[in-house]
């Protein structure tokens, strides 16, 4: 399965864009990024995922680069609400969902 | 609409004893997981089932635990008996199907501490 690494921390103060990078040099052409957030006692939850094109939801962007070994996650105005740890992850067509150990975003007042 | 929903949401037993999670996934929702979650780490799959069959249990330890989705909906991961090292996170998820695209919907999770 390939593998993503991320920062363990970022931080970010409320109303500001936070960038979040994901590295994955060894992923394959058929697989998509997929990134998932997990608020504080909560289950994880699905923000948004790609495989070649940048995506808009409303939740966050995703930037790909042009050869897909990493991507950000971008969240335009940070709040509160987005402290969570965020997953950043290689779905190929066996469906499963490998987790890391994320990046956890604090957001400051 | 309802979520998946877990109970209990908290479990403290001491070790050796029985203990059992219950999830019901979100109406509709063919495809169910069961994941780990200890601290500091990201969830684990333990097993996922496609209706009533368990598709993929290749990491469930099936020396002290067993789940089972009796008519394809509802579903119970059990531990018998419980040790120390089992204090973790239990997540449940479930999803409309196993593509790709899919995405998995998680309960809050079973904290479960083994005294």
């Known amino acids: 399965d390939a593998k993503t690494t991320q920062p363990n921390s970022m931080e970010s103060n409320e109303e500001e864009p936070v960038h979040l990078p994901c590295n994955h040099s060894?992923?394959?052409?058929?697989?998509?990024i997929h990134w998932y957030r997990q608020l504080p006692s909560q289950g994880p939850e699905y923000v948004i995922h790609?495989?070649?094109s940048n995506v808009n939801n409303r939740m966050a962007s995703l930037a790909i680069a042009e050869d897909r070994k990493s991507s950000t996650l971008i969240l335009h105005r940070a709040t509160l609400r987005d402290a969570a740890v965020y997953y950043c992850i290689l779905r190929d067509d066996t469906d499963k969902l490998i987790f890391g150990t994320g990046t956890r975003l604090q957001v400051f007042p | 609409e309802a979520g998946v929903v877990q109970s209990p949401r908290y479990k403290i037993i001491e070790k050796k004893q029985p203990v059992a999670f219950w999830c019901n996934p979100i109406?509709?929702?063919?495809?169910l997981y069961w994941y780990l979650q200890n601290l500091g780490q990201g969830p684990e799959l333990l097993i996922r089932y496609e209706n009533e069959e368990a598709v993929d249990d290749s990491q469930l330890p099936k020396d002290r635990f067993s789940a089972e989705r009796l008519k394809g909906v509802d579903s119970t991961l059990k531990i018998q008996p419980a040790e120390l090292g089992d204090s973790a996170v239990y997540l449940c998820a479930s999803s409309l199907g196993t593509s790709v695209l899919n995405e998995q919907f998680f309960g809050p999770g079973t904290r479960l501490t083994v005294l």
């Open positions: 109406s509709g929702h063919n495809t």
């Open positions: 790609g495989l070649t």
């Open positions: 060894t992923i394959s052409g058929t697989d998509y």
